[in-house]
């Protein structure tokens, strides 16, 4: 029951940061100087078709919400009206419908764009995050195990070293290494204008595209999690019930993973959490570099070529898919930890 | 309480010394040639105030010292056998199956995340590898039932558990592999009165049962008036007095122990204020000089200052043998007696002779 | 946890932190970046700001004796602009993070000291801001308010304030239960004196390793909308450099010089501010480092075993 309660209030908060992030963003796009809503029916790439349509979407002549007609410039305005027929509410009711708008750039809706972008930036950011937690864990383990002997030493220096590397810099090195002596591609998901013969073809292709993006993605990462496993295993094993473990004459091996373990991943679930908001902004430094068709890499392009309808719609996927990934950790961890999930 | 000492020792410690090293610092004597032996079935009181080198001295036995302790003289022998001397994965085996401890605190030596009956199970199939799973679940229902709790609560976790019923899980998890000797180490600390009662009870009884021997380590005279054999007094890592229960409570001779009795209400007269003893026990980086308990000593004179005293026993009937240390209850053979020696460190001992 | 001592004198700080090589390195590693950003123009071999005859042969030109670290896309040295750009890295790290030590600080002070609605409030409104992704948040705001220096600063400064109030106020819930405060409160002294003589000193050192690590982070965020084409035009900065140089084809040119420099000034940057973090925090907050299982090959160390021993 009371884990019943617990996930019913996680849900309940995870819509409501969501509603505030929604907010954040009209907000944003209204209110700063620049005002791309406005200043975006100047943009000389849009034909007088996308003009009309931009106007009826954000219902730009409506007052901005009750009692206020405009954000930027400050201009109050009647109160007494529909709040249904306010810019924040055509807002909101286009999000739910899923649309977005149309890109600026390539005259097409903005979330037809993204909802193939979103499965490129999930495929890299998982299976670099994947391999940099069991990486990074298993160092971690190392280190705090031998804690204070030259080998913990060296990969505490090598995780603050890790950590200090710009994730973009790192990507262009190994770039710049990897397609000149390697051979790797330079960027992207496919080799393009290749006609495939078989799955197991493209698979290979996007193999080798993934190469360097994992890898790089993988050493940012890997550092930082090595960091905070071993802390949190050392705060662990100074707990009284190992030495419980080791009076019962368990061996090294087993004391480590069946008492240290469970116990540390419970801290660890929750800082995975933390490092969603990390996780995103390598996502889009990475995609920049190897021109991954993902949401990260479109933030890159869109502040390149001033597209603020696919800005706004990046930041805002991204957004929501951390909050959701932070809410599967917090129901992952309430299921993970006896003394929440038994009552 | 007679004990049986005509029996070889089940556990000999002899002139034990532990020392914590920190690094710029010269060594802590936590521990300073600690002796005595233990009977199959016996209970001895291991008493003192906090920091006096109990806990640390119990660790010793099963040779789980954190890394700046180092044991530096003595021997410890377990049925003959001398247990410094094995290696590592030898004393693992030792651990528990033949020595195992009762932590205070069982809230802290659970593991939160592990059900209490693959804790007590894991002890189980760690030393008896052959048994099978439905074997050890059933060992583990009786270990549980021996205590007072349900079989079927060895799959809920310690959160689940109330104070005293960890206590009763900690003690049937130390009883997993029929130990020969079970070291609790404040088993009661804080429990509320009446639990505490009842966990001593259950204590004393499965020790009877069983024929363990047990080693209470307690600041608590009551408790060791009640359920110990003999006593052992610790002040400043060094042994204060040690005798037999009924000696240490009509004619201790250690002014400290004299001191602790005095602290102890007396049940018989309730009207007797509570006496504790003014000032700490010196820090083992910081001991005094002569006497560890000379500045806190009512009875203190000069020699006190600048001499420490020697272990020497009390009783007339051995006047004539100088115990090194070496308190071993062989000595009443070759006198005749059934009765543990009583040793004191103290000058007025000496004085008297 | 009671009788362990509060505040490290100042004489005991720096005996260990003289002892500490981590911190030691990253400080050295500091002095020097500072030193190079204060004394850029004596320095720096050419002015940035100067513009250049362009050639086939100053563009992307080898590192050579004119050019120890060679020329960029637009035939300008590259020493001196890895010179400047330490100029830029510097002041955005230590003014972004000194806004978002000011207002986490405060907020987790506040929070943690008044309790209540208040703290509801603040920490609740703390949980969204650190759930919502730092840098697309950063990169929209930069990218509609357009990329001057202090719009950059101030931007990082008012997103990254999050960790610092979440620490702040579990520092100040512990100490606020110290019998030194209770005792100042139970004598009726008011909120601003306890805040300002009991509770501030305490967070003090939390604040200043916190901030360390803001800085890094401010510089590596910084860095990273500059790589994104958000910089300041009229300043160098090393992510700008580094933006020049991938979009503008240092990577076909193979000019390997224009893409390492300014990452290397990043990396040395954000290191030197790391490792001072981090071996702050071991003085501030030394931690035992061993535990049940650590090796303890000495714990049986007896030189003469007694006969017994077979």
């Known amino acids: 029951m009371k884990s019943l309660r617990l996930i019913a209030s996680r849900l309940v908060w995870a819509i409501f940061t969501i509603l505030f992030v929604m907010t954040l963003n009209f907000v944003i796009f209204r209110v700063l100087p620049g005002d791309p809503a406005r200043g975006g029916l100047r943009d000389p790439r849009l034909t007088r078709e996308a003009i009309e349509a931009i106007r009826v979407r954000f219902g730009l002549e409506k007052p901005v919400i009750n009692c206020v007609q405009s954000l930027n410039p400050w201009e109050p305005g009647p109160c007494a009206v529909n709040p249904f027929d306010t810019q924040f509410f055509i807002y909101l009711r286009n999000l739910a419908q899923g649309e977005l708008g149309i890109s600026y750039h390539t005259n097409r809706p903005v979330a037809e764009m993204m909802s193939q972008m979103i499965w490129n930036t999930i495929l890299l950011i998982g299976l670099g995050q994947i391999l940099a937690i069991i990486l990074g864990m298993g160092l971690g383990i190392l280190a705090a195990w031998k804690a204070r002997t030259r080998l913990d030493f060296g990969a505490l220096l090598f995780s603050l070293l890790a950590w200090s590397l710009p994730t973009f810099w790192l990507g262009i090195i190994l770039l710049f290494w990897g397609s000149n002596q390697l051979g790797l591609p330079i960027g992207g998901r496919l080799t393009p204008g290749v006609d495939f013969p078989n799955t197991a073809a493209m698979l290979k292709d996007l193999g080798r595209h993934l190469v360097l993006p994992t890898l790089t993605y993988t050493i940012v990462f890997l550092g930082e999690y090595m960091l905070i496993m071993r802390s949190t295993l050392i705060d662990v094993l100074s707990e009284d019930f190992i030495l419980t473990a080791k009076a019962k004459g368990l061996h090294t091996f087993q004391i480590l993973k069946d008492h240290a373990l469970r116990n540390a991943m419970l801290p660890m679930v929750t800082l995975i959490a933390i490092n969603l908001g990390f996780t995103v902004a390598g996502a889009i430094q990475i995609e920049s570099v190897f021109s991954w068709p993902g949401l990260g890499g479109a933030v890159f392009d869109a502040v390149g070529q001033r597209d603020y309808p696919m800005l706004q719609g990046a930041f805002l996927l991204l957004a929501v898919t951390v909050i959701l990934a932070n809410l599967a950790a917090d129901l992952v961890y309430s299921w993970l930890d006896p003394r929440v999930r038994t009552d | ?353 | 946890m009671t009788d362990q001592p509060l505040l490290l004198s100042g004489a005991a700080f720096w005996k260990s932190f003289r002892r500490n090589r981590i911190a030691l390195a990253g400080l050295i590693m500091l002095a020097l970046a500072l030193f190079a950003a204060v004394f850029a123009p004596v320095i720096a071999p050419y002015d940035p700001a100067a513009s250049v005859e362009i050639t086939i042969d100053s563009i992307y030109a080898r590192p050579s004796a004119a050019h120890l670290l060679g020329t960029d896309d637009a035939g300008k040295d590259v020493l001196s602009n890895f010179i400047y750009g330490s100029r830029v890295s510097l002041t955005v790290g230590i003014f972004a993070s000194f806004i978002s030590i000011v207002i986490g600080g405060t907020l987790g002070i506040v929070a943690g000291y008044l309790g209540g609605r208040t703290e509801r409030v603040i920490m609740r409104f703390t949980d969204i801001m650190l759930v919502i992704p730092d840098l697309p948040l950063t990169v929209v705001i930069v990218a509609i308010t357009k990329p001057r220096l202090l719009n950059i600063i101030l931007v990082i400064g008012l997103i990254g304030w999050t960790t610092t109030a979440r620490l702040v106020r579990a520092q100040t819930l512990s100490i606020k239960e110290r019998k030194f405060v209770l005792r100042a409160r139970s004598i009726g002294a008011g909120h601003f004196h306890i805040l300002r003589r009991h509770i501030f000193p305490l967070v003090l050192p939390l604040l200043v390793v916190n901030s360390v690590l803001i800085i890094s982070l401010a510089i590596l965020n910084e860095s990273t909308l500059s790589f994104l084409g958000l910089s300041d035009p009229t300043v160098v900065s090393w992510g700008q450099m580094l933006n020049y140089a991938f979009e503008r084809g240092a990577m076909s040119s193979r000019a390997w010089w224009v893409l390492v420099t300014p990452g290397f000034g990043i990396v040395w940057l954000v290191l030197g501010f790391t490792l001072l973090g981090h071996g702050l925090e071991q003085v501030l907050n030394p931690r035992t480092e061993w535990h049940h299982l650590t090796d303890h090959p000495l714990m049986v160390s007896l030189p003469a075993f007694p006969e017994t021993h077979p």
């Open chain 2, 1 to 353: 309480m007679t004990t049986p000492t005509t029996s070889a020792p089940l556990l000999a410690v002899r002139d034990l010394s532990i020392d914590f090293i920190t690094p710029d610092r010269p060594p802590a004597h936590a521990v300073s040639r600690v002796s005595f032996t233990l009977q199959p079935g016996e209970a001895m009181g291991l008493v003192g105030e906090s920091g006096c080198g109990k806990t640390t001295l119990s660790l010793a036995l099963l040779r789980l010292l954190p890394p700046q302790g180092r044991i530096v003289n003595g021997s410890v022998q377990f049925n003959g056998r001398e247990l410094l001397a094995l290696a590592e994965p030898e004393m693992a085996d030792i651990r528990w199956r033949h020595m195992a401890m009762i932590f205070q605190g069982a809230m802290n030596a659970l593991n939160p995340v592990v059900t209490v009956g693959s804790q007590i199970g894991e002890a189980i199939h760690r030393h008896y590898p052959f048994m099978s799973p439905p074997e050890v679940a059933a060992r583990v229902a009786e270990l549980l039932d021996m205590v007072g709790i349900l079989g079927a609560r060895a799959d809920q976790y310690p959160h689940q558990y109330s104070g005293g019923m960890r206590q009763r899980a900690m003690i049937a998890m130390a009883l997993a592999c029929s130990p020969e000797i079970v070291i609790a180490d404040e088993p009661t600390t804080a429990l509320d009165v009446m639990i505490q009662a009842q966990i001593l009870d259950l204590l004393d009884n499965l020790r009877r049962h069983l024929g363990l021997a047990v080693i209470f380590v307690t600041h608590d005279l009551g408790v060791v008036a009640e359920l110990c054999d003999k006593v052992l007094v610790m002040y400043g890592g060094v042994t204060a007095e040690y005798a037999d229960v009924d000696t240490i409570y009509n004619s201790p001779r250690h002014p400290y122990t004299q001191e602790l009795l005095k602290a102890f209400p007396d049940l018989s007269k309730p009207q007797a204020a509570l006496n504790s003893i003014p000032g700490y026990p010196p820090r083992p980086d910081a001991l005094p000089t002569g006497c560890r308990f000379h500045p806190r000593c009512p009875l203190v004179f000069d020699r006190c200052r600048t001499d420490q005293p020697a272990l020497l026993s009390v009783s007339p009937v051995w006047s004539s043998q100088q115990s090194s240390g070496y308190a071993g209850t062989a000595n009443s053979k070759r006198s005749g007696e059934v009765r543990p020696t009583h040793l004191a460190s103290c000058h007025l001992v000496e004085n008297d002779k």
